[in-house]
């Protein structure tokens, strides 16, 4: 697969259950949050749209509060498979954007966020690992799912890489209002 240039009119911002009771056990999550809220403040801006999972919230409990707040209009889906796509609605909710490209954050890499881009991938989207915006509990497990990911054709970026992707142009009003958040 030939990927474009990250577009913000074809992009979907994916967030993978980060979820405030799993949080403590990922490593460097204040990272992940910071990243993850980056691009949900761009995305917000150029009018991305969003879609958060939230996995089995009965033991992992709700999205962080910061990014529920952020992200006030994002659809949500509450999940028990791995993958969001095995979730009934979950790929027709997303084809119904008419975006190719999934911008992907979350937890934990080799597990919820490796199966649902994979099956991604499989339903021909362009998927977009944001390398500081996803975690496991044990980096060597997020560092192999990176590398299958990137196996797999996802492209491996990182928030600051996708939000100058988004906005394309300096010295204009956009710009102005992204500046703040990558500062």
Known sequence: MVFSNVDAKNSVLLVIDLQELLAPAIKDFPNILKSTLQLAQAGIIHGVPCLVTE????????????????????????????????????????KSHGKKQVVVVGTE???????????????????????????????????????????????????????????KKAATPTFK???PIIK
Not at 57 to 80: C, D, P, R, W
Not at 137 to 155: D, M, S, T
Request: proline content about 2%.
């Open 55 to 94: 996995q089995y919230v009965k033991g992992l409990g709700e999205t962080n509060q910061q990014i529920k707040n952020t992200l006030s209009n994002a659809t949500y889906f509450h999940k028990t498979y791995f993958s969001a796509c095995a979730e009934p609605g979950f790929v027709d909710t997303l």
């Open 177 to 179: 209002k992204i500046l």
């Open 109 to 167: 890499a080799h597990v919820c966020v490796l199966q649902t881009c994979l099956d991604l991938i499989e339903n021909d989207f362009e998927v977009i690992i944001v390398y500081d915006g996803v975690g496991s509990r044990n980096p060597q497990h997020k560092n192999l799912a990176i590398e299958q990911l990137r196996q797999a054709g996802a492209v491996i970026s990182c928030a600051e890489i996708v939000i100058f992707q988004w906005t």
